[in-house]
Every structure is written in structure tokens, then in C-alpha cells.
């Protein structure tokens, strides 16, 4: 089972910056579509960004503009840089890997946290 790591998440004022690692635990990783989602309290975990193994993304319009999405094969590693920060974003946020047949990835998660 492919284990997935996130880290850089933190508290930051509105307008700031943060981006967040996930650093798989093999190199198949690279085969999947990976993606990180976001969970606010009371709320249901949501979609922010995709990216295939070929590079395509995909964005939930609430991000698009702000938020980049981008992948390294060669450290099976996926990042989330996002910017222009709101507190509407505050939630925690999941790595998240999808491969045809195979058993979804999740990360633990790491906590975003966007408040003046």
C-alpha cells in the first residue's frame, strides 16, 4: 500500500501564501492521478485540484487563479501552492492519489488555517 505524506500546512493572514507537499512511498505513485482535497468543520471534503500523470489539471472554480497544482515524478511528490489566501480556505487538506482498479490514496492530512 503506497503511503502519502502531506506537510506545509500553518496559519497565515488573509492575502498570504502557503504551499503543501505530499511525498509518496513509491515511485508508482507517478502512474496515478493525484489530487488534494479540503475539509472545512461541519462541512463535507471537497475537490481542489487534480493532476494526471501527464501534467493536465483541474481546478474547483473557487481556486482558479489562486491555487497551482504541480508534480515532481522523480521524488513522487505532489505540491499545491496557493495564494492570495482566504478564510473561507481554512480546512484541512488532503493528498489524495486515484488509479483505475486500485484502492484510493489518502494522506493524513495537514491543517490550513487563514485568519487575520
Known amino acids: 500500500q503506497v503511503q502519502l505524506v502531506e506537510s506545509g500546512g500553518g496559519s497565515v493572514q488573509p492575502g498570504g501564501s502557503l504551499r503543501l507537499t505530499c511525498v509518496a512511498s513509491d515511485s508508482i505513485f507517478k502512474v496515478y492521478i493525484a489530487g488534494w482535497y479540503r475539509q472545512a468543520p461541519g462541512k463535507e471534503r471537497e475537490l481542489v485540484a487534480t493532476i494526471s500523470s501527464g501534467g493536465n489539471r483541474n481546478y474547483a472554480d473557487s481556486v482558479k487563479g489562486r491555487f497551482t497544482i504541480s508534480r515532481d515524478h522523480a521524488k513522487s511528490a505532489v505540491y499545491l501552492q496557493m495564494n492570495n489566501l482566504k478564510p473561507e480556505d481554512t480546512a484541512v487538506y488532503y493528498c489524495?492519489?486515484?488509479?483505475?482498479?486500485?484502492?484510493?490514496?489518502w494522506g493524513q492530512g495537514t491543517q490550513v488555517t487563514v485568519s487575520s
Open positions: 489524495n492519489g486515484e488509479r483505475r482498479s486500485f484502492q484510493t490514496l
